[in-house]
């Protein structure tokens, strides 16, 4: 029996929903009964201004640089670390991508290297909560304000984690979440745009309705809805948003779960992680994390990949995650250099994620646990 890296985990009321949002609700496209039950509990339990569902945390971004008017040549700060849809939102407006190194302990973004990257032509910070960890936002927001730039937060790991008793995603005048299978909660692929800042909302609905003011004609304050500004279709179907809310209505019991699975991994690994030279993840007390990832940094590149290969030998998929963006072949045209980032070029070597998912049991986790205690071939 193979452990897998990820399995999606159902709560069982997704095909109900589903089934009520074909036979009795009657309405599949976008903007359904689903959708603003989600939109609603997205909104009251977070307490954003707007929420809006969209197909992808991707198309979400792209909404974030579209709503800040991002033009050619401007700059816009973000990590090398993360994922490349974290900026190619904003490349795709012609941005160039300014990459800012991460912390050691959190793998977040530097904040004491963010001033250095600032210029006149800087329009937006993009900061990535990694595994649900917090950046350290007071400090962020502090020099954000001070030159006049916007923030948005990819909050894609960090739904319902806090930073200072503050929801993430409730600190830049945009975030975006991902509801990918891969993520804790899910509906398949799907994601959403949290509005914070007021100015935004009702362009926020224009840009997600091709353009148009569609939404204020079904909500009865138009006559007809017509083209008004640019946009495109990012709205899911609410068989996607039926999905959804049978899993962020069980948000409680989802996050208990894989808090426990996480606890479970580091008092299980802590004593041998320190006779080996690994490190586990930290989270500082400040930060109340989403239970998102659970990874290991190894002592060397090599140490990984063998990592990797003994535990696969045995049945169990552990994987690496991001490799630095501005060393990528994109990276590099926007002028990346190795060693601009060497935090971020020795922790992606090292880093490695272990089999996570809400469904994971004692007996496979333990497994998992002894996989990594039997590895002796460390080079
Ligand atoms: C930090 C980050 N941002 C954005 C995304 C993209 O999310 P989606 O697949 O919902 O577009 C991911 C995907 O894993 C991610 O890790």
Known sequence: MQIPFNRPCFTGKELDYIADAVKVRGHISGDGYFTKKCHTLLEESLGVKK???????????????????????DEVICPSFTFVSTINAFVLRGARPVFVDIRPDTLNLDETLLETKITPRTKAILVV?????????????????????????????GLFARYKGRYLGTFGCLATQSFHETKNFHCGE???????????????????????????????????????????????SDVLAAFLYAQLEARDDIQAKRRRIWERYY????????????????????????????????????ARQAMIAHLKALGILSVFHYLPLHLSDMGRMFGGQPGDCPVTEQLSDRLLRLPFYNDLNEDDQRQVIRGLQSFKDWP
């Open 129 to 157: 909560h990694y595994g649900g960890v917090g950046c350290e936002m007071d400090t962020i927001m502090d020099i954000a304000s001070r030159h006049g730039i916007a923030v948005v937060e990819d909050n894609a790991h």
């Open 51 to 73: 929420a809006l569902l969209t197909t992808s945390c991707t198309h979400a971004l792209e909404m974030a640089a579209l709503l800040l008017n991002i033009q050619p040549g």
């Open 190 to 236: 799907g994601g959403a745009l949290l509005v914070n800042d007021p100015q935004y909302v009702e362009r926020a609905e224009i840009i997600r309705e091709k353009g148009t003011n569609r939404s204020r004609f079904f909500r009865g304050q138009v006559d007809k809805y017509t083209w008004v500004d640019i946009g495109s279709s990012y709205l899911p």
């Open 267 to 302: 008092d299980a690994l802590d004593g041998w992680a320190q006779e080996q030279d690994v490190k586990l993840p930290t989270v500082l007390p400040h930060c109340e994390q989403a239970y998102h990832v659970f990874y290991l940094l190894l002592p060397s590149l090599e």
